[in-house]
């Protein structure tokens, strides 16, 4: 989800292990050369997805930690991709401290249908990444407490 910590979790991840970090928003958005939320305005969130998968499928993991986007558990055959290549940690946040760290959806990129509300997508999405996880994180408090964790877990 959006606000959970991906990015700056796996950025630390990746330091750590001295890993290639990768952020598949930002894969996107150099592919295309566009913003997340330019190519959701212009091609819709159908065609997003696809492009999503594609670019998600595209990564090669040797000694990479990918940061997913909130909505790569959309697509089957990525996540079967990337949960056959590696580790899934599903970084578990509260909808309340969700809504804490982003005040404004709107030009994130988030992906959701036109009537449903940010709570009603956080709650469809819970229960698809935990179906995905191999492991499930925290990171309700500090970003050093979930990283404690994960190395635990690893």
Avoid: P, W
Wanted: net charge negative; proline share 0%.
């Amino acid at each position: 989800m959006a606000g959970a910590g991906k990015s700056s979790i796996g950025k630390e991840l990746a330091k750590h292990f001295n890993f290639k970090f990768i952020d598949s928003d930002k894969l996107i958005e150099d592919i295309n050369n566009k913003s997340l939320q330019e190519i959701l305005d212009e091609r819709g969130n159908d065609e997003f997805k696809k492009i999503e998968e594609a670019a998600l499928m595209s990564v090669k993991f040797n000694q990479t930690i990918l940061a997913t986007g909130g909505s790569a558990i959309f697509s089957k055959d990525a996540m079967s991709y990337i949960k056959n290549n590696s580790s899934v940690i599903f970084i578990e946040v509260s909808l309340k401290e969700i809504l804490n760290r982003i005040s404004n959806f709107s030009d994130r990129g988030f992906v959701k249908a036109t009537e449903q509300t940010i709570q009603q997508a956080f709650y469809e999405r819970e229960d698809i990444y935990r179906g995905f996880a191999d492991h499930i994180v925290t990171n309700n408090r500090d970003l050093e407490s979930c990283l404690k964790e994960i190395l635990r877990i690893i």
